[in-house]
Each structure stands twice: as C-alpha cells, then as structure tokens.
C-alpha cells in the first residue's frame, strides 16, 4: 500500500503472493540460468514482495536496489552495483520502468533491457507449470544486499537461504512475536531493516507486512501511525531519524483518536539510537496507547544478514556513562555530578557469538571496554560477492586466543549489564590528543545548541595539514543550514559553533562550511557519509553558503590541490 488514507492500495493474500511469485518464476526460467542474478528496482508496493519470492523460486539470485534516482552519485552507485553483480536481468513496474530503462541506457549498461513483472500475466506464465530447477540447499545464494557505503565502495553481501531463515526467526523471537501478529512500515524492501527485519519475518512467521510509501512518511509522519491503527500493526521498525521525525513532526490533533496500543514492538536501528529520542517517542505518545516496552533499540548489520544485538519486552536501557572515561575507552557508569552522556543499550545477543576486541591485537576485552565488535554465528553472510580480498579481511578475522573466524563490524562499542553499547565507527572516529571522540557526538551538541541547525544534517571529521611548523591534525564541520539566515547571520553561527565545540569537547574547529539542504550525503538508510563528505572537502567540491575556515588550513589544502593538478 501507499497511503493509509488512499483507496488504490494494493493487497495479496498469501495464496495469491504464492501464484504471482510461480508465474514469475516461470518467465525468469526461460530467460536465465541458475544462480544467475536478478536486479530487482520497484516503486513501493506488492510487486517486489512477488519479484523477490519469485527470484527465489527460479533459483536465481535476487539484487534488491533502490529506483535511480535523480542525483549523479546515487545513478552512479546503482550502476556500480549492476557492474558487480553482474546482473542479468533487471525487473522493475510500469511506474519504475521507463526511469529504469533511461538510467541503464545512459549508464551504458545495454546488455540489461529492464523487464516490468507485469509481462508475466501478459505472456500467461502459467504458476501451475512452476518446478525447481535446482534442488533445495540451505548454503545456496539467496540475494546480494550491497551494503550501503557509509565508509566505501557499496559491497554485495552474500546472503544464503540459511541465513535469511536463522535471522528472520531471531527477528520473531527477539521482538516475541507471534503467528498472528502483522508486521509494517515505511522502510524501502530494497533495505535490509524492510526486507529482512519486516517484510520476510511477517510473510513467513507472521499474519502478513503492510508497505507504506517512504515519501509518504516523510512528507506526512503521521500516517505512519495511522497506518499502524487502521491495520493492526505490531511490529514495525525505523532508523533513528524516523522517531524523531515523529517526535518533530506530529502534532496534538494527528495524535488525538490514534490507537498504538497494540504495537508490541517499535525497533529503533540502522544508525546510531539516541537516548533523547527513545524516552522522547515513548512519552510523547503514550497518550495513545504506546507502552514504555514497545520501543526496541537493536544492533546489527548486512554482514551479519541484519539482527545480532536486541530483546523486546523491556523499556530502553538508557546509561549515564562517565564522559572523560568514554573518551579513554572505557564504559562506566557515571557518578553523581559527574559529567556523563547518556547511551542506549542495544541489548544482548540474539543468537550470534558477540565479542569486543582489540582491533589491534584481537585480544578480547573484559564488559566495561570499548573496542571493535567482532560477531560469529549462522547468521553471519559468506562473504562479499567477487570480493575476495574484503572477504578475508572482514569476515575471516582470528582472535588472540585462535578462535574464529569472526566478522570485523568495523563498529565500537564495549558491554555493560549484558546489553551493548554502540558507540561509534572505527573510521569515523576522531582521536585527538590522545583521547577518543565520536563525531556524531559533536554533531548532536551542536544542533542541541543551535537552533539554527535544527533538524538538518551534519559531518564532523579531522584533516592533517602542515602549517609550516609541523605537521597537524584538525577538526572540520559541515553542517547543512537553511539559506534564509543571511550571511551575517551565518558568520555569528559558525564562530558560535566553534565556541560550543571547543566548550563542550575541549578541542579546536579550524573550519565550519554550512551547506544546503540536502548538501550531506547519507547512505540509503540515513547514515552520514563522513568519508565522502571529507574527500569532497579536500577536493573543494563542495558549495558552501559560508565557509569560515583557518587560513593557514586555507593555505595548506589549496598549495595541496595545487601540487595535486601538476
């Protein structure tokens, strides 16, 4: 469905998803090999659900992608995704099919004449001529989910049948579900959380999976909620920014008359889980019904298929931990007055091995340290696809003890009570002056202090230079802004946002550059781009409204540029 209001929805029964997926099948077996793989692009609705269940039925293996979109870098990255998969066939609806057929053509992808699922009631594949073409295994390639390139180059994932089937039962036993219950949300099916954290668990598990719209939930929050009451939801999930856009966004009168008492589970992941937004969404709409344990904070990952840290039935677990311990390393409650930051519990294992280690060494640290979260067990992926080289390095890691292989997440974190704690991203994080400190830190003070940024987006990261003494390593800022302040407005700002850094996390800004909306890059699920944003910085391809910057950094980066162009 689209709309929770709108009378166009769509809906299959699950003997009708069944015969749309064998017709499917049957028209891909005349045009494919086995473990061939499928581009599957689709506007929201029903007609993914049926693609994807019929990929599998064909035994082939399903690519679930995004639409193109209409920014260079996302046509770009879907290309690339097309290139390194190797795709044979791209299958897309009539809404989705002429951009996808304007975005392989200009891509120069003319080997891939995008299909719409529709020719198969148009050719009258008959679902009952559907045989397996392969016999069943466990370890067989079901779908590549191409990870979403927070931190580089997108990466197809191997997913196996095996892991789909343990991470979807994870899903169901961590949230306590049941056969009765209906999944929904807004999520895109070509995201792991939608798919395998929504869709499959409710088609397989459950009483079935509504899809809303994301535009639709973006533009009006609201009807997420509505769309929860009017189909009897009782689970859904969302990236952090998705509460908070509600938290922001809904008001009085859309709350009055809503019933979110039968939401049992409401998880909250795919990026960083604010504490303010969890106790936030969970007293701004208990009014309607929604339980303090409905909110779920979870850990997990491509890699690992999705699931590997969560548990339902309990509200948040929010720590005050001490601050100048964090920036050693060290996860520890903080004492009475002391300064502390408050982090949410990402629960225990849900079925996975869950270690903290030295990323250096391998050496696994006791509760209570933070490293690098290394995860083994059947939900782990079998690698990246064509990727030999990132396979071995990400999911072949061997701790000191000689145990493993264990997946590298390439996430901090350290366990507290049982529960983890993320912290942070081992290529994002900054170290200055010895200490550690996570930049989506900074960037949640500054927009708690500054109005200005509000609900927008930012990136913080460090630079080295030479300013002729030595060499140095200095913090830089993005930050969007809209453009209506003015410049004089701006100029108080970034020297503002300065201060409040240099107050709040005691070290210096040598630049702050304040972009558009939309100037951010972010990953599909909403994950800053910090390593993008800081190449686009040193190549000075970014636009600001107002750049405020050291001149001696100035100095430095273009003399760089300059030796660069000879």
Partial sequence: MRDPQARDHESLTFAELDARARGIAVWLAGRTEPGDRVLLLYSPGVEFTAAFFGCLYAGLIAVPGPLPGRYRHERRRLARIARDARATVVLSDRRGLPEVGKWAADEGLTHLVPHSTDETDETDDDPGAWRPRVPGDPDALALLQYTSGSTGSPKGVMVRHRNLLDNVDAVVRSLRLRPGHRLGGWIPLYHDMGLIGLMLPGVLRCDGYVQMDP???LRRPHQWLQMMDAYDVNGTASPDFGYELCLRRVTDDQLAGLDLSRVRAAVDGSEPVRADTVTGFAARFAAAGFRPDA???MYGLAESTLLATGIGGRPPFVAGVDTAALEGNVLRRAAPGAPARNLVGCGPSAGQSVRVVDPDSGQELPAGRIGEIWLSGPSVAAGYWA???ATKAAFGATGADGQ?????????GGLLDGDLFVTGRRKDVLILHGRTIHPQDIEAELRAQHGELGSLHGAVFTVGWDDGTGSRESVVVLHEI???????RMTELAAAMKLTVAREFGVPV???LLLRPGGIRRTTSGKVERSAMRSRYLERALEPLLTSEDPHLTAALDARARQEER
Avoid: C
Avoid at 482 to 488: D, I, L, Q, Y
């Fill in 404 to 412: 493993g292989p264990f997946l590298r997440t390439g996430d901090l």
């Fill in 295 to 297: 909110i779920v904070p």
């Fill in 482 to 488: 809209r453009g209506h302040w003015g410049t004089e």
């Fill in 215 to 217: 535009m639709t939930f």
């Fill in 510 to 512: 040598a630049a702050v």
């Fill in 387 to 389: 990727n030999s080289e």
